[in-house]
């Protein structure tokens, strides 16, 4: 089974710090994913990565950078946190580019994060 | 163009009765059409999935029924029990990223 692991299940930072949130996946997947989760909003796209490296704007990357220096690893960053940055951040991975087959994402647990 | 909009935004149904969550795109490019399934305190997981040249995909009592002309697609939850009260997203996509809908919260009552 594919587990995808956030570092955080809570956390509490102030406004202004800058942020790291952490994820690790186990099955060598090519694609990572970050996600803000908010009631009524369903789960919007910060930012994707296809590759060591490579990453990718999504729907909402105002005021988050990420980095994907292994593989496994994905991590997203809040520059200078925003009380308006309180939500649940959801990780996943899939496995790769070229097919339906390779599609299906695997979360995490989410992380939820306030920042005061 | 890249919305999937869905609803309803929250569910009651009894025990043993059929819940029917329904979803809605526009982008005819999509081709894979997942739905997933949120408990409490836990990430989203892959409960079925549909391609667009299948109009119905059944797995236990969970029915994707796809409709390609209207642009449609629906979950059905027959003999629904407590134990499926969770969140439920469909989602869409053309590519490797997921465009999710908005939610709906499931609560089955015995």
């Known amino acids: 089974d594919v587990k995808v692991t956030q570092s955080s299940r809570y956390l509490v930072k102030r406004t202004g710090e800058k942020v790291f949130l952490e994820c690790v996946q186990d099955?060598?997947?090519?694609?990572m994913f970050w996600y803000r989760q908010d009631p009524g909003l369903g789960l919007r796209l910060i930012y994707f990565s296809y590759d060591v490296k490579m990453k990718e704007k999504g729907d909402i990357p105002e005021g988050y950078s990420v980095s994907r220096e292994k593989k496994e690893r994905f991590s997203l960053i809040l520059e200078s946190a925003s009380t308006n940055q309180t939500s649940m951040y959801l990780c996943?991975?899939?496995?790769?580019?070229?097919?339906?087959?390779?599609?299906?994402?695997?979360f995490g647990d989410g992380t939820r994060l306030s920042i005061l | 163009q890249q919305q999937v909009k869905q609803s309803p935004q929250s569910l009651i149904v009894q025990k043993g009765g059929i819940s029917i969550i329904n979803c809605a795109y526009e982008n005819t490019a999509f081709d894979y059409f997942p739905w997933y399934q949120q408990f409490p305190g836990k990430g989203p997981a892959l409960l079925i999935a549909?391609?667009?040249?299948?109009s119905e995909k059944k797995e236990g009592r969970f029915t994707i029924s796809f409709n390609k002309s209207a642009k449609q697609f629906s979950l059905h939850i027959m003999d629904s029990q407590p134990g499926d009260s969770a969140t439920y997203f469909c989602?869409?996509?053309?590519?490797?990223?997921?465009?999710f809908g908005t939610g709906t919260r499931l609560q089955v009552f015995p």
């Open positions: 996943a991975s899939s496995l790769g580019t070229g097919g339906i087959k390779k599609r299906p994402q695997h």
């Open positions: 099955m060598d997947h090519e694609n």
């Open positions: 989602a869409a996509s053309g590519t490797d990223k997921l465009i």
């Open positions: 549909i391609r667009p040249d299948v």
